[in-house]
Structures are given as structure tokens and as C-alpha cells.
């Protein structure tokens, strides 16, 4: 018999904890093994009391270390053959890879006006102190949007949190909260009231836009930390896997390396050579990679290692896997992967690299280049620029020097205090900070970017420079 507000909702079982039950009844020293819905309904009674219909669909039931590109597919696929059928879906899944899996519908799920909530449990249905009921319970209260705003996104319910699926991690593997989002807030917290922060879910797709789905991954990526001591020829034999298109490297802090010549060659090698794309990450778990801010990163920028910002290692690694899949490559790929897609960053960075110019006595005019059509000035939230100084460069060389923007007739003369300077530095290894100066001078974004640089010192020389600019996400 149909419920009384006439919302369906389609739970779609794919295994995990919350799945399982004990391979012989009654026994609880027996191993848990998948399985049926049929099997366990019985032990979430408070679903009778829900006001919509719930259908059940399984896939095969697996544990969800056994996840793969080809089954989030296959979940996408489920998705958008029922979709006109449902207000809503429910992914019950395991834990140890519920944020990829997450991660991954967020991508391939292309102008999704409907709740895709993926739930799971650290203890499974059937377990007298289970979390499993309230998990999913509330999951499909979220997708059927009863008594709750629409919320048009993938998204992981867990412990009394709605989190957005690519911004979701797990971060305990025993605590009933195992899954935070650490730079990005909750969507909406559950206590005996349901509280919703609508001002941070997504905008729904305009009327006139389809879903539909993206039904392509590339599994020709790799995740990699760095350590201290790490062997730079180690580095090589990963960059020499046959067909490897992406690395997600997982740095200190906000993003900085070891500065060796060795190291920085062998990712150079791999950027310029191999035409590997590498992101940064950082291996915090909070946090955002800032490139140039010190120096141990800026010879990452000056190379062509693009930032992750502050997108989970999950995201960075799928992001990459959904865009190579969708035959990006080369600088478009390295572009796109610095700009949010899908609510998994929280800004799109765009960087000029400059590393080489004209020289005309301590006036160095560097190279121009485009404006991209994605800076709009009142979206900028930060401008930056580091030298990358050789070390052949004498701190005393380095008087002040002064960059310039767009300035017809720059001389080691003209003073510093003219409209167009961006700014000074008087030391090797000060990052110029120019966010407002930049907003100011930046009245047209169609027409070309021209810096150069004056040393009121001696002449200097650089293995590059790096021009950052970080814009709001809509």
C-alpha cells in the first residue's frame, strides 16, 4: 500500500558492515558475510513508519574494499535508469571506501537535481548497538526531501551528520562518528530537530538542463606520500608505470617538498617528459596547499605541479580519474583540476609561470600572457607572487625589487610608487602579496597580462616565478 505523501525513494544495496550477518544463525563467533535485504529488514522495524514507499534494488554485495571505477559506473547506471521514478536514492556501502565511491557519483552524476545519500555503519543492521538503523533511517528521510529542503547533491549521512560526499572522509575506524569533513562544513547536523545549513548546499541545474551520466574513469593514476628520506629513484619508478597519466602527491603542510635538485628533476622529468600531471595534497587532515607561501614549495610551482587546495585525497584522486576519463589531458587537465567542479574545492587557483625574459638593464620584461575567462575581479580572493631565486643571487644583490602590470614604459629609473606597481620585495625568500593592487589594476579581463620586473640592485636571475591567483567558487 502506497504511503501518504506519494514520495518514493530507491535504496540501492551494494554490501558492507551494515549488510551483514553472521555466515551461520546464531553463532555469533561465525565471520560476517553479505547479505540479502529480505535477510534484514526485519531488523529495522522503523521503516514501516516512514510516509514514503522505499524500494530495494541489490547489486552484487560486496565488501567495500573490493570497490572499483567499474562498479561506480554500474551505480550510476542504476541511478539513471530509475531516475525518473524516484525523488530520491540511498547507497548502502561499506565504510573503508564510502568517500570514493561517494566522491566518484559526484562526478559522474552530471546536473543531478535529486538526493544521492550514500550510508553505511561501523556496526552491522542486526547488531543489538548498531548505528546502522539511524543511519539509514535519516539517509532515506534526506533523499525522499520529507520534512527537509531538496538537497541536489551526493552526499554521505553518518552519525547524526549530512556531510557533501566529495568533501567526506573517514577518519576513525571504530568511532560511531567515522566520517568528518574537515574543510568543509556539515550540510545539516541531526538531533531531535533536523537543522539544514541551506546557504552551503548546491544550486540545482537550471529546468532546461538533463541528467544524465558521465559513464567514463580512468584507472591510470596513482597516490603517493612523501617522507623524509624519500629516494628521488623511487620516484622514478612510479613515473615509469606504463600508461600513468596522474599523480596525486601528498606533501608537508601547506604543500612543501624536500627543495633537492634530484627530487624536483625527477618530477620535472615526469611533468615535461612523460606528460604526467602531478597535484599537490596535503597529508593534513585539515588544511589547504598554498603554493609559494614558502619555499620549500615553490619549485613544485615553478615545474608545473598544480595545487589540490584543499580538496581530501579521495577527491583529488577521483577528480583526476573522472577528467582523464572524459579525455582531458595536457594543460586542459592540469587547468581542470585547479578549478571546482563539484563543491570539492573551495577555490580555483590560476597560475602564471614565468621562467624566462627579456633583460634590458635590471628591467626584466616577462612574457605575456592571457587572462583565463575564469577570473572575475570580484572573485578574487588572493594574489600572489614568489621569486624562485638561483642561488647564485646574493641576499645583498636584492635591494628591492618591484613588479610592474601592465606598464607601457618601465625603467630601472621609474619609481616604485607608480600606479602600476604590484608591489616590492626587499628579501629572496618573501612572497609579494598584491590581492588588492592587483583587484584595482585588473579593470579589463579580455586584455593581455604584462609584468616586469625591476631590480634596484644588482642584477638578479631566477629559475622561475610563479603568479598566483585564487578566485571564490560560485
Excluded at 121 to 132: G, M, T, Y
Excluded at 242 to 268: D, M, W
Aim: glycine letters at 6%; charged letters at 25%.
Amino acid at each position: 500500500m502506497s504511503k501518504k505523501n506519494n514520495k518514493k525513494v530507491l535504496m540501492i544495496c551494494t554490501g558492507g558492515t551494515i549488510a551483514m550477518l553472521h555466515a551461520i544463525e546464531g553463532d555469533a563467533s561465525s565471520p560476517l558475510v553479505p547479505a540479502k535485504w529480505k535477510e534484514l529488514e526485519s531488523h529495522s522495524p522503523a521503516l514501516k513508519e516512514l510516509t514514503f514507499d522505499v524500494d530495494v534494488q541489490e547489486m552484487e554485495l560486496i565488501d567495500s574494499s573490493d570497490m572499483n571505477p567499474d562498479y561506480w559506473i554500474d551505480i550510476a547506471k542504476k541511478i539513471r535508469d530509475c531516475y525518473a521514478a524516484y525523488d530520491g536514492f540511498v547507497v548502502l556501502h561499506g565504510t573503508d571506501t564510502m568517500a570514493y565511491t561517494a566522491t566518484a557519483l559526484s562526478f559522474l552524476l552530471e546536473n543531478l537535481s535529486k538526493p544521492v545519500i550514500v550510508t553505511g555503519s561501523q556496526l552491522p543492521l542486526a547488531k543489538p548497538r548498531s548505528d546502522a538503523a539511524q543511519n539509514l533511517v535519516t539517509a532515506l528521510m534526506f533523499a525522499a526531501s520529507d520534512g527537509v529542503p531538496v538537497i541536489p547533491e551526493v552526499c554521505v549521512f553518518f552519525n547524526n551528520k549530512l556531510l557533501r560526499g566529495n568533501r567526506s572522509r573517514k577518519t576513525s575506524s571504530t568511532q560511531f562518528e567515522g566520517f568528518t569533513s574537515p574543510n568543509y562544513d556539515k550540510l545539516a547536523e541531526i538531533g531531535e530537530h533536523i537543522k539544514v545549513d541551506e546557504k552551503l548546499i548546491r544550486k540545482m541545474p537550471a529546468s532546461d538542463q538533463g541528467f544524465f551520466i558521465n559513464e567514463f574513469l580512468s584507472s591510470n593514476v596513482m597516490l603517493l606520500d612523501i617522507f623524509p628520506g624519500i629516494d628521488p629513484q623511487s620516484l622514478r619508478q612510479v613515473f615509469e608505470i606504463k600508461g600513468l597519466k596522474g599523480v596525486v602527491l601528498r606533501t608537508y603542510g601547506t604543500g612543501n617538498a624536500p627543495t633537492s635538485s634530484k627530487f624536483l628533476k625527477e618530477i620535472e622529468t615526469a611533468i615535461n617528459r612523460k606528460n604526467i600531471t602531478i597535484v599537490n595534497i596535503t597529508q593534513c587532515t585539515q588544511g589547504m596547499v598554498e603554493m609559494g607561501l614558502y619555499g620549500a614549495s615553490v619549485g613544485l610551482s615553478r615545474i608545473g605541479v598544480v595545487s589540490g587546495v584543499d580538496m581530501t585525497s579521495e577527491a583529488a584522486l577521483v577528480k583526476m580519474m573522472f577528467l582523464l576519463g572524459q579525455g582531458y589531458e595536457g594543460d586542459l587537465f592540469r587547468e581542470q583540476m585547479q578549478r571546482d567542479l563539484r563543491g570539492e574545492q573551495s577555490f580555483n587557483v590560476f597560475n602564471f609561470i614565468y621562467d624566462d625574459a627579456e633583460t634590458d638593464e635590471k628591467v626584466y620584461k616577462l612574457k605575456t600572457q592571457m587572462i583565463p575567462a575564469g577570473i572575475v575581479r570580484e572573485k578574487i580572493a588572493r594574489a600572489s607572487i614568489r621569486f624562485d631565486f638561483r642561488d647564485s643571487v646574493k641576499e645583498d644583490e636584492i635591494v628591492k625589487i618591484a613588479v610592474f602590470m601592465n606598464h607601457p614604459n618601465v625603467t630601472a629609473d621609474t619609481s616604485v610608487d607608480v600606479p602600476q606597481c604590484l608591489g616590492m620585495i626587499k628579501d629572496r625568500t618573501e612572497l609579494l602579496e598584491c590581492t588588492d593592487k592587483f583587484k584595482q589594476l585588473l579593470v579589463d579581463t579580455t586584455r593581455p597580462l604584462n609584468l616586469t620586473v625591476v631590480s634596484y640592485g644588482g642584477d638578479i636571475s631566477w629559475d622561475g616565478i610563479v603568479f598566483s591567483i585564487y578566485t571564490d567558487v560560485d
